[in-house]
């Protein structure tokens, strides 16, 4: 079965600051893996994603992902912090066509 | 272009009443759809899926239930709601490598 394990529920850095969020998964299967992002009362937002390509993904917003397999770990990070970038982001895997199985998220606090 | 609507945004209901909450989908044909139902500090739930028109799974026994009468539509219904029930609820297709999310339907069962 596969699982997915976020590592901190609640980040918190400086505007400028690099944001490193980190994600496990756990799949029998070369996994699709993905993160989301989610601003209060809305869906969720594609950030990036890995299907079998190049182990480091860049996604929108300067956010990049890099799969290592032997870490089983996919973590999200950016160089340099916004304010805008406050929101929960989540981290998610899949096998092709399946459903998305999420993590419990990670709420981003950035302060000025 | 790919999109997903789904309503209300939000939905107050008494404890007991029924609920219907629709998903439909547009650019895309026999879509796999799922409903998540999002809690504070838990994640997203995965409770029902679809890979076809009347095909249903449930992930989750609970008071909910689903239907999918056309091949872009997915409903989750349920007959007497429940305070459990309150939460955030978001439909989502996937074909390939691509899964997309509606806005989401915040419901508050009272």
């Known amino acids: 079965a596969q699982s997915v394990t976020q590592l901190g529920s609640h980040v918190s850095v400086s505007e400028g600051a690099l944001v490193l969020l980190r994600c496990n998964y756990s799949?029998?299967?070369?996994?699709?893996l993905f993160w989301y992002v989610q601003y209060p009362n809305q869906g969720l937002q594609l950030l990036l994603k890995?299907?079998?390509?190049?182990?480091l993904v860049k996604g929108i917003n300067g956010f990049e992902a890099e799969f290592k397999k032997s870490e089983t770990s996919f973590h999200l990070t950016k160089p340099s912090a916004h304010m805008s970038d406050a929101a929960e982001y989540f981290c998610?895997?899949?096998?092709?066509?399946?459903?998305?199985?999420f993590g419990k998220g990670t709420t981003l606090s950035v302060s000025s | 272009s790919q999109t997903i609507h789904q309503w209300p945004a939000t939905l107050v209901q008494p404890v007991g009443s029924p609920l219907s909450l629709e998903c439909t989908v547009e650019?895309?044909?026999?879509?796999?759809l799922y409903w998540y139902r999002q809690a504070a500090g838990r994640g997203l739930q995965l409770l029902f899926y679809s890979v076809g028109i009347g095909q249903i799974s449930s992930e989750v026994p609970q008071n909910l239930s689903a239907s999918r009468p056309q091949d872009r539509q997915f409903i989750l219904s349920s007959k007497k709601l429940l305070l459990s029930d309150s939460g955030f609820y978001l439909c989502?297709?996937?074909?390939?490598?691509?899964?997309?999310f509606g806005q989401g339907t915040r419901l508050t069962v009272v």
């Open positions: 989502a297709w996937r074909t390939g490598t691509e899964a997309f």
């Open positions: 799949s029998s299967v070369p996994p699709y």
């Open positions: 998610a895997v899949s096998e092709a066509g399946t459903a998305l199985i």
């Open positions: 890995y299907t079998s390509a190049a182990t």
């Open positions: 650019g895309t044909s026999n879509p796999n």
